[in-house]
């Protein structure tokens, strides 16, 4: 008896043109993420990567560069959760990989979890020790771990630390509005609403001027009473002539 070959062949040929279709899309899904990548353009980069891992999720290699991709696309956007997330999958399979550490102390850092960015930042430069970037981004996680114990502007406003201006003035004025102190008559109450409408103004302060938001993003309060700044800030606010003994505190929401 003779055995035909041709079907096996033709089968064979059909396997193979429909992995080279995967291959190249595949392909061609991770190169748009990446030049999406270089563009700045991460939320479109996103995109393309979830394309990516429908056309491969089963291949290892394939699928932990593409949750690389992910981590750091999600920490540049400043999608905290799916950072932590992403680079939590890509640091299961490498553990060493430094990229998905610092990137993932990024995305704690946005969430405020100082804490667990200082271990991630530590972990990084156990294994390596010689890097600039990791020592600053440690020192940095390290001053905001410190701050954060003391005043945090974004927790005072109730934004993420990511939040733009629109949002801050948003939340300034809703919370300016509700602690000013002429609404309180009960002394106590209206003590407690000072400080509060104090805290208030100074998270405003810091948060809407570039130079003083950028100090506090690196670990360091502008208005800190010890420094010049916040002597004066706080000079400012001194007595609270908030209406009485003939003076009226005349307050502007912008």
Do not use: W
């Amino acid at each position: 008896a003779v055995v035909s070959t041709q079907s096996t062949g033709d089968q064979d040929h059909k396997e193979c043109f429909t992995h080279y279709k995967k291959v190249k899309k595949l392909a061609k899904h991770l190169s748009q993420a990446q030049d999406k990548i270089n563009e700045g353009d991460y939320e479109e980069a996103l995109a393309k990567l979830g394309l990516a891992l429908k056309t491969e999720n089963k291949e290892a290699k394939v699928v932990l560069k593409i949750y690389s991709r992910m981590c750091l696309a999600n920490k540049q956007a400043g999608h905290a959760d799916e950072g932590i997330r992403t680079c939590t999958v890509v640091l299961q399979s490498e553990s060493q990989d430094i990229e998905a550490l610092t990137n993932r102390a990024e995305c704690h850092i946005l969430n405020n979890s100082f804490e667990a960015a200082v271990n991630d930042y530590q972990a990084a430069q156990q294994i390596n020790n010689d890097s600039k970037h990791i020592r600053d981004g440690l020192k940095r996680a390290e001053k905001l771990l410190k701050q954060s114990k003391k005043r945090d502007y974004y927790k005072i406003l109730g934004v993420p630390r990511n939040a733009d201006k629109g949002q801050i003035n948003k939340a300034y004025r809703k919370l300016a509005k509700e602690f000013h102190p002429d609404k309180f008559k009960d002394e106590a109450e209206k003590a407690e609403a000072e400080k509060k409408f104090i805290d208030i103004a100074a998270a405003k302060e810091v948060l809407t001027d570039d130079e003083k938001r950028q100090q506090f993003d690196n670990g360091d309060d502008p208005l800190d009473p010890e420094s010049d700044q916040g002597k004066q800030f706080h000079r400012n606010f001194n007595g609270f002539p908030f209406g009485g003994n003939g003076q009226q505190f005349f307050f502007k929401f912008q």
